[in-house]
C-alpha cells in the first residue's frame, strides 16, 4: 500500500515537472506578400526594388513571401509584437515607436502595426549602443536594450533585443513588428546574448519543434501550425523520426546527399540552411533549371516567376531530396503555389542562390517544412524530420 502511494506521487510529481517544461503556441500564417501586392498594384514597385539589391552587396535575395508568426510579449505591462519565426536569425527585433523610416507606421492590410515604446514599460534596461541586423536582404538598425520577453508560456528575462527605427522600403507590406531569430550564437547580431541562450536552459529538452500546417495561402493568412518548446510534437507529427547531425555548428545546417525530379538527378553533397523564415526553397541554378525542364514551367518576365498552369497542381513530379541516407518528398501540391495569376497559372516556390564561399548551397524554408516536421534539437545538435500530418 505504501509503496503504491511513493510509486503514484513520484509519477504525479514527476507528470508535472515534464509538463512545466514544455510548451505548445499555435503560429499564425502571414499569408502571400505577391498576392498582396498584385492586389494593391505594387508588386511592379516591389520587383524594381528587389531588382536593385541584388547589385548590392548582398548574395542573394530571397522572396520572403510568407511568414509563420509568433506572438511575443515584451516589456512590463506587456506590449504585444506579432514576429516572424526564423531559424536563420539570432536575434529579437520589435519595430520602435519613435521609427523614423517612413513605411514603419503605415496601415498593411492587416491593420495598424505594433511599436514598442520603452517608456511604458518598467523592465527595460538600456543596451550597448546601435544595432545593425540584416531583414528581407537589408539593413535594419535601432537601439539595444534587455527586456522581459513572454511567448507560449515562457518568460526570458533581461533577453537582449533590438528596438528598430531604420527599416527597409515596403517593410509596410509584411504583416509583421518584428523577427524573433532561433538561429545559432554564431550569428548574434553585435554580440548579444540571443534568444536560443536564454530559451534552451529554461526547457525540459533543449529542442524546439515546428509543425506547418498546410492551408490554401491567401493574401491574409490565418492559423499556421504549432511550435512546441522542450518537447516533441507528437500529435501533429508522425512517430517515426530520421535525426539528421548538423554537420556545421553556427547555424541549423546539415548536408543534403541527392536531389531528384522526373529524370533528372544530381548526387552531390551540399550544405543546406533550415529557415523558417524563408517561404519557398533556394537551390543552386542547375537544379532550379532541371525544376524547370522537368515541370514544363515558363519563366513569365512581368512577374519574374517560373509558372506552371495551375491544372497540374497534384500531378507534377514529385521532388525528392536524400538526406542522412533517407529519401524525403516534396509532392508538387506543396511546390507549387497559387497566387490567383492570370491564366491559371501556379508559381512554383524556388528561388535561385547563389552562396559563395563557406555559406550553404540550399536554404530549405517551409516549402519543406510544410511536409515534414523539424525537431530543432540543439541540445544534441541535431535536426529530426517525421512525416507532418495534413488534411490534403
Ligand atoms: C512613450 O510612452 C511615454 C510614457 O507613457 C509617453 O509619455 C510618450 O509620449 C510615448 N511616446 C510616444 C511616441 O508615444
Ligand atoms: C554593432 O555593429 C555595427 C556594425 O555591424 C556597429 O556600427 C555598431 O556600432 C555596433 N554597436 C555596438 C553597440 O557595438
Known amino acids: 500500500m505504501n509503496y503504491f502511494l511513493i510509486v503514484c506521487s513520484f509519477s504525479t510529481i514527476f507528470f508535472i515537472f515534464s509538463n512545466a517544461a514544455s510548451f505548445s503556441y499555435p503560429i499564425e500564417r502571414s499569408g502571400s506578400l505577391i498576392q498582396r501586392l498584385l492586389k494593391s498594384g505594387k508588386y511592379s514597385e516591389f520587383l524594381k526594388s528587389r531588382n536593385e539589391l541584388k547589385t548590392g552587396s548582398q548574395p542573394f535575395i530571397d522572396f520572403y513571401d510568407d511568414y509563420y508568426i509568433l506572438k511575443v510579449d515584451v516589456g512590463t505591462p506587456a506590449q504585444s509584437f506579432r514576429l516572424s519565426l526564423d531559424t536563420a536569425s539570432s536575434f529579437l527585433w520589435v519595430l520602435d515607436i519613435n521609427c523614423i523610416s517612413k513605411d514603419c507606421h503605415g496601415a498593411s492590410n492587416h491593420g495598424q502595426k505594433s511599436t514598442y515604446n520603452f517608456s511604458d514599460s518598467s523592465t527595460f534596461i538600456e543596451g550597448a549602443g546601435i544595432f545593425v541586423a540584416q531583414f528581407d536582404g537589408q539593413s535594419i538598425s535601432g537601439y539595444l536594450g ?221 516549402t519543406f517544412i510544410r511536409s515534414y516536421c523539424h ?13 507532418a500530418h495534413h488534411s490534403y
Open 146 to 366: 534587455k527586456e522581459t520577453v513572454s511567448f507560449g508560456g515562457l518568460t526570458l528575462k533581461n533577453q537582449d533585443f533590438g528596438s528598430a527605427q531604420l527599416l527597409p522600403q515596403l517593410y509596410v507590406e509584411q504583416p509583421i513588428d518584428g523577427v524573433i531569430g532561433f538561429g545559432f550564437p554564431a550569428m548574434a547580431v553585435n554580440g548579444t546574448r540571443t534568444p536560443l541562450d536564454g530559451l534552451m536552459p529554461m526547457l525540459d529538452q533543449q529542442m524546439f519543434s515546428v509543425w506547418m500546417d498546410r492551408k490554401i495561402v491567401t493574401s491574409r493568412g490565418g492559423p499556421g501550425g504549432l511550435v512546441t518548446f522542450g518537447a516533441m510534437d507528437t500529435v501533429n507529427c508522425f512517430a517515426d523520426v530520421n535525426w539528421v547531425p548538423l554537420t556545421v555548428k553556427s547555424y541549423w545546417g546539415f548536408d543534403l546527399d541527392g536531389f531528384k525530379i522526373g529524370s533528372y538527378e544530381r548526387t552531390k553533397k551540399e550544405k543546406v540552411i533550415s529557415d523558417t523564415g524563408s517561404g519557398w526553397i533556394g537551390a543552386p541554378p542547375t537544379v532550379i533549371s532541371a525544376i524547370v525542364k522537368a515541370t514544363g514551367a515558363k519563366y513569365d518576365w512581368n512577374l519574374e516567376l517560373y509558372v506552371v498552369p495551375c491544372s497540374t497542381m497534384k500531378t507534377q513530379p514529385d521532388i525528392k531530396l536524400t538526406i542522412n541516407g533517407i529519401e524525403y518528398t516534396i509532392p508538387s501540391v506543396e511546390y507549387i503555389l497559387d497566387l490567383l495569376l492570370d491564366n491559371g497559372q501556379c508559381a512554383l516556390t524556388f528561388f535561385g542562390f547563389g552562396a559563395t564561399g563557406f555559406g550553404p548551397t540550399w536554404v530549405l524554408g517551409d
Open 375 to 387: 525537431f530543432y534539437d540543439y541540445g544534441n545538435m541535431r535536426i529530426g524530420l517525421a512525416k
